[in-house]
Structures are given as structure tokens and as C-alpha cells.
């Protein structure tokens, strides 16, 4: 069972900038895929963005991609989401998600196993 806790969180202007943090209780961390998700209010969960084992390939949802950057350090069982030139929109709940260790790319929640708490992100326009 790996328990993942999100921090990075916060309020922001519009054009700022936040990093998430996604921590890992379990060493096995590097045999897992990581992913971000968010759940702005009325809405469903949709993928942000995703990152295999070794760091070696990613993948971003459309509307993040060239300002939002997922990384990972498997020394420290910790994921991150660097997040640029927020946007209103990107106001949500942001959670980190661990899951298949295979080569693929997984943007679907389902194929994800562990999830966190979850971190409220929100842009002030």
C-alpha cells in the first residue's frame, strides 16, 4: 500500500507560479508511474500530466502543456509539478497518483492505483 501526500498548494494571481510536491511512503516509488490529476468544482477529474519510472518520458494534457512541467526524484519518493503561467482555469484540486510500472503512457485515472489527498490550487485573475 503506498500512501502519497501532496503539499505545494496555495493561492495565486494569475501569471504566477507554484510547485507541487507528491511524497512517497513506500522505496518501491521508483517501480511506479506517477501522475497528476485535478477536479476544479462541478466538474469531472482530468488528467494533467504524467511521468514513467525512470523519467525518461512524459506526457501533458493539452491545456498544460508548455507551462505546466512534471518531474521526479526516486532518491526522495517524491513527484513534482512545476506550474507556470497559471491560469483562472487552472484553479482545482490537484491530486498525485501512482501507477503501472510498464512503459506505457497512462492519462486515465483507472489505471492508477494509489491516490492522495489531494491539494487545492487556486488563480486569482
Known amino acids: 500500500q503506498v500512501q502519497l501526500v501532496e503539499s505545494g498548494g496555495g493561492l495565486v494571481q494569475a501569471g504566477g507560479s507554484l510547485r507541487l510536491s507528491c511524497v512517497a511512503s513506500?522505496?518501491?516509488?521508483?517501480?511506479?508511474?506517477m501522475g497528476w490529476f485535478r477536479q476544479a468544482p462541478g466538474k469531472e477529474r482530468e488528467f494533467v500530466a504524467t511521468?514513467?519510472?525512470?523519467?525518461?518520458?512524459?506526457s501533458y494534457a493539452d491545456s498544460v502543456k508548455g507551462r505546466f512541467t512534471i518531474s521526479r526524484d526516486n532518491a526522495k519518493n517524491t513527484a513534482f509539478l512545476q506550474m507556470n503561467s497559471l491560469k483562472p482555469e487552472d484553479t482545482a484540486v490537484y491530486y498525485c497518483?501512482?501507477?503501472?510500472?510498464?512503459?506505457?503512457?497512462?492519462?486515465?485515472?483507472?489505471?492508477?492505483?494509489?491516490w492522495g489527498q489531494g491539494t487545492q490550487v487556486t488563480v486569482s485573475s
Open positions: 511521468i514513467t519510472r525512470t523519467g525518461g518520458s512524459t
Open positions: 513506500e522505496r518501491t516509488f521508483y517501480t511506479y508511474t
Open positions: 497518483a501512482a501507477g503501472p510500472g510498464g512503459p506505457g503512457i497512462y492519462r486515465v485515472g483507472s489505471a492508477y492505483d494509489y
